[in-house]
């Protein structure tokens, strides 16, 4: 009995961050993508009508702390009005694994 609990809790803990990925992934589709696009680089309709920055650049990924991506999520960019804040549809959760997914679109 102790084996199998221990495969079990094995298996669920390497199977949540898959999820939490997916999850994450998810949640970029539905609030990010439409501006941003699939890989952050910016290269849609939005995106190019309001000059949004390309996430993939090194430099911007340099240039920006997690707080700051934080912030912006959490409360709209002041450059760019279209960006409203999510604050009050997101949990700090959320927004703390858009940080880190924003950071895995890094250009190679």
């Not at 994450?24 to 910016?42: M, N, Q």
């Amino acid at each position: 009995m102790t084996t199998r609990l221990c495969l079990l809790v094995s298996t669920l803990l390497l199977c949540a961050p898959q999820a939490r990925a997916e999850d994450v992934a998810d949640l970029w589709g539905k609030s990010c993508k439409s501006c941003h696009g699939p890989d952050g680089r910016a290269q849609t309709r939005l995106g190019q009508k309001e000059a949004i920055a390309d996430m993939s650049q090194a430099a911007w990924q340099k240039a920006q702390t997690d707080a700051a991506l934080r912030d912006v999520i959490a409360n709209g960019s002041s450059r760019n009005t279209k960006m409203k804040g999510y604050k009050d549809r997101l949990t700090p959760e959320q927004m703390d694994a858009l940080v880190r997914y924003i950071r895995t679109l890094k250009a190679k």
